[in-house]
């Protein structure tokens, strides 16, 4: 048992919150931030470079800016930003001391230098290799070092967690069974572990390859491997911010699920299935067996992204059936109408519900299936999908979460606040198009991870049609809208942790946000909430959507060269 | 509420809410659909990549390719020294990836099935055939074996879409489809 003294109670959730757990939150998520903003400019250039008539970077320089790119947010941003969660959800959600913070420091010290390390084999300019660094392209050994160091760091985090959770039931902070919001950080944990793992298997050997120990490393196995941690990793961070979207959910609207069991069970297919799909990466590679890309690339059929459907129903369900108990009945959609549109983490929430929905799950699903992947692998597609996954999704959820989280845990005023109600609508919409607009380009075959498309030093060429040209002017357009909105979240957020007023406590009228949950809902339990109609219109859209574009795609292969 | 813990102990036995039921199963359903998709294609569709593929030295895929290239080489490649190749309709037909270039220039013929032979010298590379937007992934020391039948006569370009280096960008081959 810790002392009493190593707490504070947060005056505006009532929380517990153990005073080393409360500073590693905070360190890893303004860590986390900077390596937002420092992946964040490398974007930029990237965009910029693509617009054709604009053409920012010089070749080398591209190519080097996708690999810092690549590997500050999709890597560093995210984990740490989801170690700083993990602390959150066990030592402050479950009101208990962190198991080892000097552990917890540790693996912060490895993390921060491995991806110092990486970052700096980088920008040598001799590991140039691209996030992915496949096979037999070399990279120098600290760029795989900092990666293992980072991965190791991280493993840390996930153990750190684990222990917190076998503190709190064994001192019984807490009655019964995890919240559902700690039930989803203990899957992305879990695969999280599954996905360092994965990480080690592979460049382990690549690390002793980069300093001619190991001879040869095969080019399909690396992938196979690699993808295990690579694809794995998104689903840490699908868990991640499925789990945040919960946490708004309750946070903004004292929203409860509509039941346990179906979104426990949601995210426990995640558990057991979404760890496959490093064949999403593999489809048209030699050497697989049609049978093992079918069933890897769906999961089992399918039975993760059931799993992501389900949220996509239970989130929004929850906030309507919140809103309902409060008197906003009317019609289908009153309940959404009478949302705070202007507080950033209710918009940046609903926001990425809808667009990780619409434009990454629905195309993940359909460049995932085994035949259509062949009329978008490696085009510019790819990555439009997986910035509405990882930028519109992820992202936009931690720093929806942020908005609330940072002025909460500091104690004090948000800076800009007027500022701050724009940001989620620039870099929401902002990011969003850009992946519309890469998508777009990439159906016209425009490749990813391409210095050139109008292929001016080459001996032969290929004329991309106008619209391609267009739509990656577009895409800088919109790249250049959304990094406003990112540079005004860091704005907000760097301005409140240093310059930020002491928040003045409370007045006795604004009650803290559970009380008004709790006062909101009386009972719980499925039968206890009202039905949830217009959630269930918005589903149907959604899934009608979903059925068109995957049957469109079907019919654009149907009418290709014949192969077989 | 989602960020306490279940107010029910044993929140397993509550009842469902309705539209969760007629959601979850409409959902399964439409996953089965998917999946069924694609063995379904196998049977019936016409683009389906086959599992043929073989482990291969460089040397011999360059010395295979370049045999192929002189036994049925027609022209050059405008003034750049590349051939232009035009095997039977039928036959087994050679491309290679190397840094960077997609080697050599193909003549076929519409409608006629041809055995494309797929591998890369050196890194990876990313065979994506333009217009059509067909692209395969081309590992060295695999040689992957594909079955192509072209459906319409014009002039394709082969860009690569796997990054290979600094020239990666220059990477560019050609395929021509005749009518017969």
Redesign the interface.
Known sequence: MSNTADFRVCPDTGFKIHLPADKLIKWNAVTAIVFLLIGGLFGIAIALTRWPAVHLLP??MF?LA?TAHGFNVLLVWCIFFEVALLYFTSAV?LNVRLATPKLAWLGYILMLGGAIMTNIAVLRGDSSV?FTS?V??KAAPDFYLGIILFAVGALLGCMVFFGTLVIAKREKT????????TFGAIVAAVIAVFTILSGAAILLPTLLWSVDFVGHI???MYKVIWWAMGHSSQQVNVAAHIAVW??L???LF??????????RTAFLLYILFLQLASAHH?????????EYK?FNT?YA???A??GS??HG??IP??VEAAQRKKGFNKGLFEWLRKAPWGNPAFSGFALSVVMFGFLGGITG?MMG???L???????IYVPGHFHATVVTGTTLTFMALCWWLVPVLWQKELMFPGLAKWQPYLFGIGMGLASIFMMGAG???V???????N?A??????D??GAAHLMMALNGVAAVVGSIGGAIFILCMVGTVFFGKAKVPAPASEEPP?AE??AA?S?????G?L???G??VL?MVF?IS??LY?FVN?KY??G????? | MAIFPPKEKVWWNEPIERTEILWVSIALVWCLIMFFMMPYWHIVGDQNLTNEAYKITAEKFAERTEAFAEKYQVREEGDTGIPVVKPPAGSDIYMLGRLWEWWPVLELEKDQTYRLHLSSLDWQHGFSLLPENINIQVHPDYEMIVTITPNRAGEYSIVCNEFCGIGHHTMVGKIYVVDK
């Open positions: 070749a080398d190519y996708l959600l691209m496949y037999p392209m807490y009655e019964g069974s995890v919240p559902l919001v095969d080019t399909v919960y946490a959910a309750a946070i004292g929203a409860k699920p509509l039941s346990e069991k179906v979104s593999l489809l048209v590679e030699p050497g697989l067996s049609a079918i769906s059929i399918y039975l992204v059931l459907m389900i129903l239970t369900g929850a699903v299936t085994e035949q992947n062949i009329i978008i692998h490696n085009t159906t016209l075959g490749p990813r991870r391409h210095w050139d498309i292929f030093d080459a001996i032969m060429g290929y991309f049609p559970q949950g709790a809902i009972s719980h339990g499925g039968s909430t039905a949830v109609p959630t269930f589903a899934l979903f059925i995957y079907w292969l149907s290709v060269w014949g192969l077989s």
